[in-house]
Nanobody, 123 residues
Framework: EVQLVESGGGLVQAGGSLRLSCAAS????????MGWFRQAPGKEREGVSF????????YYADSVKGRFSISSDNAKNTVYLQMNRLKPDDTAVYYC????????????????WGQGTQVTVSS
């Protein structure tokens, strides 16, 4: 059974930083993508950032480019999202996701989801 367990959310002031972690277990695929979606109240779900564990290829939404950085520790089966220069607009529930083969920015193409972690940025 595939499980994704997130940690690292919280409350931070604008301009601050947080690091989210997502520990994965139960995968039987050699090649898969992991990453993060976020959803704020009243807004559509947004693909934030993704990484291919096999070759390190990454994707960032325009809204986070230059501020967020995704990385993967394959030995620990863990993906990290370093979030710097946070803004109130980054406030959302952040969900870790995974799917086999390649990166997608479409939420319905992800088979596996974590429980979500709240990130709140105060102004």
């Amino acid at each position: 059974e595939v499980q994704l367990v997130e940690s690292g959310g919280g409350l931070v002031q604008a301009g601050g930083s947080l690091r989210l972690s997502c520990a994965a277990s139960g995968f039987t695929f050699d090649h898969y993508a992991m990453g993060w979606f976020r959803q704020a109240p009243g807004k559509e779900r947004e693909g934030v950032s993704f990484i291919m564990r096999s070759d390190g290829a990454t994707y960032y939404a325009d809204s986070v480019k230059g501020r967020f950085s995704i990385s993967s520790d394959n030995a620990k089966n863990t993906v990290y999202l370093q979030m710097n220069r946070l803004k109130p607009d980054d406030t959302a529930v952040y969900y870790c996701v995974a799917r086999p083969w390649d990166i997608s920015t479409l939420d319905y193409e992800y088979d596996y989801w974590g429980q979500g972690t709240q990130v709140t940025v105060s102004s």
